[in-house]
């Protein structure tokens, strides 16, 4: 049986010296000289191993030691020694804790938290050979914030940590200090140490999470979904141009096509000439984001593009990968820049503005007093309408486009049901939600193999000119078969896949929830 | 999981010594450690203040009976585990004889724990047995503590036989010299002679020193007391010699 550590807390009236004075009177301990360490604990941006249950620290018990905490249980999972501060999962050595965390992270980097400054002074309860049978850790414990200045005490805490073949002993001991009123700690240290800085984990989330109210006049919750909108944009924008990992622009960007959608699809709730300006600043900031974005999607596809080839040829296709790297940088720079210039930065803040001020009426926006659940209704249904007809107009012979017009509708209606899932039951409109993504995942391979078999074709020419050697090109020529291989696949998948997407069962679910056809 | 035994058919030349430091210190760098006390004197175990015990092992210490994981006993220090004595190994070769395999018992017996250690360390019991025999076959390493003498070489080629006549292969086998007296004209004619002849003598030597002695009275690893001494150098080379040749 593994027993997990116990951190307790003080009850009133009796703090660390006081606990010890007492605890001396019954038992007989050696001390350890007190130490102090320094731990930060780690999470993605968007709070990938909170979210997974756990907790990231390094420093716990030695200065280079990276540990997996279960948040739940307080207890160490899993530990593994690191060389560097800890960034992408890909660059922890082998080992367990690296394959966890390839699993959790993904693309994403670790970023510090916040640090701990712990004062640990440990009591070795002994035995009659003054063998050690219970650790008794005091801990007077401080935060820092990562950045800025922030920093403050933390409750002191008592930790008893078992030691393995000694359980009667931790359980007696446990005894001992439940009748000293001392109380198991409820939260991590890491918790604490998150309040004292202000900030909740999970407190960003890349999903859509809005609560709506359904009787609300509808262009007061378009506003509301616009400003999360934008509030998701601008959290992205100071990791974006840092490039700490690809997910932040990619966020950036799908707020930003959100937004867009939103301002065309929440029809008739704003006055078009006002919201016109706007329409063309998003469009903007979609457009000289794309390039860094798309090379983004090229290097982190390339372990499998390369892994896809013949295993005598994979080399060849390394200048390929310099190619990205250096174009890569070169658009992020350029990014930068857009990033930086005033046009991006009054887009934005005339936008929010726009959205907190009281909404002026408008005889153009014949919507924008209607109640929220309505609209949502009648834009939804219509929508579905579209997608059906348009859908299953398509036969095995119809051209390329009217399947990316399809996707741009597909998505179109994902983002409205995402938007307004609030006011719907919970379960029942995940169904509908996963239906079309299973459409749009499919339309969206067929698109973008396409266009990623287009693009290392022109990335080919322009490698062609830099001098590369023909073996990366004969290697990249064979990738651009593959991707058109599978984009036929995905091609002749759709028509089984919108055939089950519009049966009468999903229909029907459809009907229900929205009303309409 | 590597396993590594300390041996020599001789007794008192220095492998619970060894067995003992190297398992701390192998602990100190953070991999996971177990150190087995395979010998009734018990005295790796009294090093660590530990009672010589194992639950419920009357009779049982055969693969597939008995749970090693449940006998394990944390040491004082972090990372460093221990698998008692018990005096029932007095008859431990009696009752391999009478198992299976019984040659490969010990590997059997360790096999649940690969993924719980980085290291195992065997501390052995002087003599040849059936029970050397399992720590060989389990064994990635055999660590060979030596006194520099005439007799120590002797018993060291009685060893090579016995393993080349069992057709153990496959096992890293590093004699180091230890109790090292440099005041002593035959201590150093005999390293001279042997450093010539064995290309897989280890580098490291640990010197006979009193604070290893000293171990008996604090009852824990040289590092752990006297982390400055000589001896607690010797050691951390041998450490670094050992991982070196298991790399
Ligand atoms: N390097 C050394 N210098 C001085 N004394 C030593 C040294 N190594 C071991 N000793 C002492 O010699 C005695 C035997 O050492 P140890 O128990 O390590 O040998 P062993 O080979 O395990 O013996 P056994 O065969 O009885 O198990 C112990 O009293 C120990 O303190
Ligand atoms: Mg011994």
Redesign the pocket.
């Given at each position: 049986m593994a027993l997990n550590a116990i951190s307790y807390l003080l009850p009133e009236g009796l703090d660390l010296g006081g606990l010890k004075k007492i605890l001396a009177e019954s038992n007989h301990f050696s001390e350890d000289a007190p130490v102090t360490v320094k731990q930060t604990y780690y999470d993605s941006f968007d709070w990938r191993i909170w979210q997974a249950g756990g907790e990231l620290v390094h420093g716990l018990d030695q200065p280079n030691q990276l540990c997996w905490m279960d948040r739940k249980k307080f207890s160490v999972v899993v530990c593994q020694g690191v060389d560097s501060t800890p960034g992408f999962a890909d660059d922890i050595p082998d080992g367990p804790l690296a394959d966890r965390l390839t699993a959790v992270l993904a693309m994403r980097v670790l970023l510090p938290k916040v640090n701990i400054i712990q004062k640990k002074h440990t009591l070795r309860i002994l035995d009659s050979e003054e063998k050690t049978v219970v650790r008794v850790v005091l801990e007077k414990n401080r935060y820092t914030a990562v950045r800025g200045k922030q920093k403050g005490e933390l409750e002191g805490r008592v930790v008893l940590k078992p030691l393995k073949g000694y359980e009667d002993q931790f359980f007696k001991f446990k005894q001992q200090l439940a009748a000293l009123k001392l109380r198991p700690a409820e939260q991590s240290l890491y918790e604490d140490a998150l309040v004292g800085i202000g900030q909740k984990p999970g407190d960003y989330s890349s999903k859509l999470n809005y609560r709506l109210d359904p009787d609300a006049p509808a262009d007061a919750t378009a506003r509301q979904i616009m400003i999360g909108l934008l509030n998701t944009l601008e959290a992205n924008i100071s990791g974006t141009k840092a490039n700490l990992d690809s997910e932040f622009l990619h966020d950036l960007r799908v707020a930003t096509r959100r937004t867009r959608s939103a301002m065309s699809q929440i029809k008739g709730v704003f006055d078009p000439q006002q919201l016109e300006p706007f329409k063309q600043g998003f469009g903007w900031i979609g457009k000289v984001t794309g390039e860094t974005r798309d090379l983004d999607v090229y290097l982190l596809h390339y372990p499998d593009f390369r892994a896809g080839l013949p295993k005598v040829i994979q080399d060849d296709l390394d200048p390929f990968h310099t190619f990205l790297q250096q174009h890569h940088k070169k658009a992020q720079a350029e990014l930068v820049k857009k990033i930086n210039s005033p046009h991006f930065r009054k887009t934005l803040k005339a936008w929010r503005s726009w959205l907190q001020s009281s909404p002026t009426k408008s005889g153009h926006a014949p919507n924008a007093s209607r109640a929220t659940a309505q609209l949502a209704d009648q834009r939804i249904s219509k929508l579905y309408k579209r997608v059906l007809k348009n859908g299953l107009a398509i036969g095995p012979d119809s051209p390329a486009e009217q399947l990316h017009d399809l996707r741009k509708q597909c998505k179109k209606l994902r983002y409205l049901m995402e938007f307004f899932q609030s006011l719907y039951p919970k379960p029942a409109i995940r169904e509908p939600i996963k239906a079309l993504k299973i459409i749009l995942d499919n339309l969206g391979e067929f698109q973008d193999l396409e266009v990623q078999a287009q693009s290392l074709e022109d990335f080919g020419d322009q490698m062609l000119k830099e001098g590369a050697p023909a073996s990366s090109l004969m290697a990249m020529g064979i990738l651009v078969g593959q991707l058109l291989e599978k984009q036929v696949q995905a091609r002749e998948a759709f028509v089984e896949l919108f055939a089950g997407f519009s049966n009468e069962s999903n229909r029907q679910a459809f009907r229900k929830l929205f009303g309409g056809a | 999981m590597h396993i590594i035994g300390v041996y020599?058919i001789k007794?008192?030349?220095?492998?619970?010594?060894?067995a003992v430091n190297l398992a701390y210190l192998a602990a100190r760098q953070g991999y996971r450690t177990l150190i087995w006390d395979l010998?009734p004197?018990a005295?790796a175990t009294f090093y660590f203040r530990i009672q010589p015990k194992v639950k419920g092992s009357k009779n049982k210490l055969i693969a597939g009976k008995v749970d090693l994981d449940k006998v394990v006993k944390a040491t004082d220090f972090e990372n460093l585990d221990m698998l008692p004595a018990d005096f029932s190994y007095r008859n431990m070769d009696l009752r391999l004889e009478v198992a299976k395999k019984p040659t490969k018992q010990l590997l059997s017996l360790l096999r649940p724990l690969s993924h719980s250690y980085d290291y195992v360390f065997l501390?052995c019991?002087?003599s040849i047995s059936l029970v050397s025999e399992n720590i060989f076959r389990a064994a990635e390493g055999l660590l060979l503590?030596m006194i520099p003498t005439t007799l120590s070489l002797r018993t060291y080629k009685q060893l090579l036989d016995f393993l080349e006549g069992h057709r153990i292969t496959g096992l890293e086998i590093m004699p180091f010299f230890?109790?090292v007296d440099r005041r002593k004209r035959m201590h150093l004619d005999v390293m001279e002679s042997l450093q010539a002849s064995s290309g897989e003598l280890l580098k490291a030597q640990?010197?006979?020193?009193?604070d290893?002695?000293k171990?008996?009275i604090h009852r824990m690893p040289v590092e752990a007391f006297a982390p400055r001494s000589f001896?607690a150098s010797a050691y951390q080379a041998l450490w670094m010699d050992v991982q070196e040749r298991l790399r």
């Open positions: - | 020599n007794g008192g030349v220095g492998k619970t010594a060894t010998d004197q005295a501390d019991p002087p503590p230890s109790m640990i010197p006979y020193a009193s290893v002695e171990m008996g001896a």
